[in-house]
């Protein structure tokens, strides 16, 4: 078994899965002025999704997401459904890097082909993810102070620049289209964490400490980006902000703050950072996958499993290459996403009802047994 | 042994990558543009000039500039030409201003705002400043007063003039894009001229803002105009105010201005508070702020006066030009969009029946270091 992780590390690891590509991306929605408030639809229906998923870790305590499905579905469709949570994982990851390579060749190196950026990316991918969950985590739980620090900072610099108008009228006067962008952004990031079961094994969550990871994940996620949304919105307003890919690059280089200027630069780390984490991230999900499916030691560690990263490390910037043709498409792309995503990420609704019932039958059996004797 | 050999010839292989990018432009193949200016030339080609800073020569710390224009049927077609026609690279992140000539203005702007957007080498943060009757390129004939570049001394004196005078309006590309689009108000630009001064070259002056229907532009105002837009816009953050009493000026300092706006049911009748706190700069000959019932005089002949000028402007604006500047119809977006949304066609021709009634309340709170008059002794 590779070292565990504590729940702190799990925590701030959940939290930059959900905001990694958000900040950069908060222009893609129909809700315009009410973006903000898709957010918070979307946070409403992940509420009882990250209450299942929870409650999977108290009945199934150091269980992946991949050995649940061997529990409940048995040994060849559990493994059936594992592969295609691989391939979702793997998606996820390519999405990731491609979001950092586009946002990268749009905003700087707008001549270098994105391939090669691509390329450069996975390479980082690769050597984190190989390097196992431990070091992946305690990186997070130092970054994401950070983040949270530049969020508070770009709102107090940006103050003398925000126009207040741009919120108002606080009124939904197209539901259907804040209602469309919410599920948008449920399906993209709040639901992908899904796949975030899958680290089960690695946390200890037996009493019910799996609620405090998900749920407090969750709170501070939908917090840092409703959050950052409100700045753009405030500062660039809605006409600005609808046009723009990278609404919180612009917001941010915006800031005049007597000689602190031009911060830019900090928002494209961050993105460029929580990118390529949740990316690694993803294929490291995607190996544990692959060691449940072909029944490898759990005690063997990630660097003796090379070929394996490689393989999916390849997979990841095929998918990424192909999976739109330039950002004009993201937009359709998202939409798409939101689609064949969604049975994927509300699956656990299934597992779960099928292991509640598993569940109450076992502990009957105890009480019957118990009776017996 | 295996691993040192790997190892090395990783090394060697970053050596290649460490080299910089394959189509990269050395220093001295890169020039730096500090404003661009944009004039329409008779065929209907954009011509592009832009400043262009270089270091100085013969081993001096100083920074010369040098113009270059070139032509296109789209501003980003000019300004391909001119990284063709002077074999450089262009980089644009130091680009403050975009000057535009008060043809292309009346023409309308739109084609120029899209571009500056799109084009990911621009800052949005730029400013968009209009040359009243010359060319535009005509800007960077100017004597360079106190700043390296024509472009970074307008560019910072707009921007002090938004600090200390709030006479000059701001217009970044991107507050240009939200008026073009925005329900209910109008673009403004600040404008400059420039003017030949006897002896000693030309001169950059601002001189008011040019104001918009859409994207054209259909009038003018002053610099005085232009400062009580901005105190009716709630934006000016100090100022100074010279009135004429009885022959004897008096000026005064904003301190602090506080506006609120509101419309009533009929949606065609706003009110407008104005409450300012100021300070005294020069007092009016023979009047005593530290006496209760000289100030309040004085504090009420300063309110009828503020009142009866922004009511001046309001009426100017919206019987000469019928441009809904002030933003009143974007008023009643926030207030009432379904009323909006049954009014906005026909907002335009709304606009020029919308009624104002005004309340400015000024509350003088210091003189300075002496709330008296010096008395001349004139024998």
């Not at chain 1, 946390?203 to 799996?210: A, I, L, R, S």
């Not at chain 2, 217009?171 to 000693?200: R, T």
């Amino acid at each position: 078994m590779e070292s565990r992780i504590t729940k702190k590390q799990a925590l701030c690891m959940l939290v930059i899965f959900i905001i990694s590509n958000i900040p950069v991306l908060t222009g893609y929605t129909a809700a315009e002025r009410n973006l903000w408030l898709a957010y918070i639809i979307a946070f409403i229906a992940a509420l009882p999704l990250y209450l299942i998923y929870s409650r999977l870790t108290t009945i199934y305590p150091e269980k992946s997401l991949y050995e649940i499905f061997g529990e409940l579905f048995g040994r060849i469709p559990g493994k059936i459904i594992s592969g295609v949570y691989i391939l979702y994982c793997l998606n996820i990851a390519a999405m990731s890097v491609r979001n950092v390579s586009e946002f990268v060749n749009i905003v700087s190196l707008d001549k270098t082909p994105q391939i090669f950026i691509l390329l450069c990316c996975m390479i980082v991918c690769f050597y984190v993810a190989t390097r196992g969950i431990r070091t992946m985590t305690k990186f997070a739980i130092l970054f994401l102070p950070v983040f949270v620090i530049v969020v508070f900072v770009m709102h107090i610099m940006s103050l003398n620049i925000y126009n207040y108008s741009n919120i108002e009228p606080i009124v939904i006067d197209d539901v259907p289209d804040v209602l469309k962008s919410g599920w948008v952004c449920f399906t993209f990031p709040m639901a992908e964490s899904v796949v975030f079961l899958s680290i089960n094994s690695f946390v200890k969550t037996d009493k019910g400490e799996g609620k405090k990871i998900y749920l407090w994940g969750l709170v501070i996620s939908v917090v840092i980006i409703v959050s950052v949304v409100l700045n753009n919105i405030l500062v660039l307003g809605i006409p600005t902000m609808i046009k723009l890919y990278y609404p919180t690059y612009t917001a941010i280089s915006l800031i005049d703050f007597g000689v602190v200027r031009r911060l830019e630069i900090v928002s494209s780390a961050l993105f460029f950072i929580s990118g390529l984490l949740k990316g690694s991230f993803s294929l490291y999900l995607a190996y544990i996958g692959y060691k449940n499916i072909f029944d490898k030691p759990k005690e063997r560690r990630p660097r003796g499993y090379l070929w394996i990263f490689l393989g999916g490390t390849v997979l990841i910037s095929v998918a990424a290459y192909f999976l739109y043709p330039s950002i004009v498409e993201l937009i359709d792309f998202l939409y798409a996403y939101s689609i064949y995503a969604l049975p994927l990420q509300l699956f656990p609704i299934v597992l779960w009802i099928i292991a509640e019932i598993k569940y109450k039958k076992n502990k009957n059996k105890n009480v019957i047994k118990s009776d017996t004797m | 042994m295996k691993k040192k050999i790997c190892l090395v010839l990783i090394l060697f292989l970053i050596i290649l990558l460490l080299c910089g990018c394959f189509n990269y432009s050395d220093i001295e193949d890169t020039v730096v543009v500090s404003g661009l200016a944009v004039d329409m030339c008779d065929d209907g080609q954009y011509k592009v000039t832009a400043e262009i800073m270089s270091a100085g020569s013969d081993n001096e710390v100083a920074v010369e500039t040098e113009q270059k224009s070139e032509y296109g049927f789209t501003v980003f077609e000019a300004i391909e030409n001119l990284k063709n026609s002077s074999g450089k690279s262009f980089n644009f992140r130091h680009c403050q201003v975009i000057f535009i000539s008060e043809q292309i203005s009346n023409d309308g702007i739109s084609d120029i705002i899209d571009f500056a957007f799109h084009y990911s080498g621009f800052r949005l943060s730029m400013v968009l400043t209009v040359i009243s009757g010359n060319d535009a390129a005509s800007v960077f004939e100017c004597e360079k007063l106190l700043y390296d570049t024509v472009s970074y001394g307008v560019f910072d004196m707009m921007k002090q003039d938004q600090i200390a005078n709030s006479k000059c309006p701001s217009a970044q590309i991107y507050m240009c894009l939200n008026s073009l689009e925005n329900k209910g108000k109008e673009m403004i630009i600040p404008m400059i001229s420039v003017e030949e001064q006897e002896g000693e070259g030309k001169e950059y002056r601002f001189t008011g803002m040019s104001i918009y229907i859409d994207d054209v532009q259909t009038g003018t105002l002053s610099v005085e105009q232009s400062q009580l837009f901005m105190i009716f816009m709630g934006k000016t953050m100090n100022g100074e105010l010279t009135y004429n009493f009885d022959e004897n000026y008096a000026s005064f300092e904003i301190k602090d201005l506080s506006v609120s706006r509101e419309v009533e049911e009929n949606l065609s009748v706003f009110d407008l508070n104005i409450d300012m706190i100021i300070s005294v700069r020069q007092l009016p000959e023979g009047v005593d702020v530290s006496d209760d019932e000289q100030r309040t005089k004085l504090e009420e002949e300063l309110s009828a006066r503020i009142k009866e000028e922004i009511n001046d402007l309001f009426l100017y604006v919206r019987d000469t030009y019928g441009s809904d500047i002030f933003g009143l119809g974007n008023q009643i977006y926030h207030v009432n969009p379904s009323a909006w949304a049954e009014i906005s066609d026909e907002w335009k021709e709304l606009f020029k029946d919308v009624e104002l009634n005004i309340d400015v309340s000024c509350k003088i709170n210091d003189a300075g270091r002496s709330s008296k008059n010096i008395v001349p002794n004139r024998r």
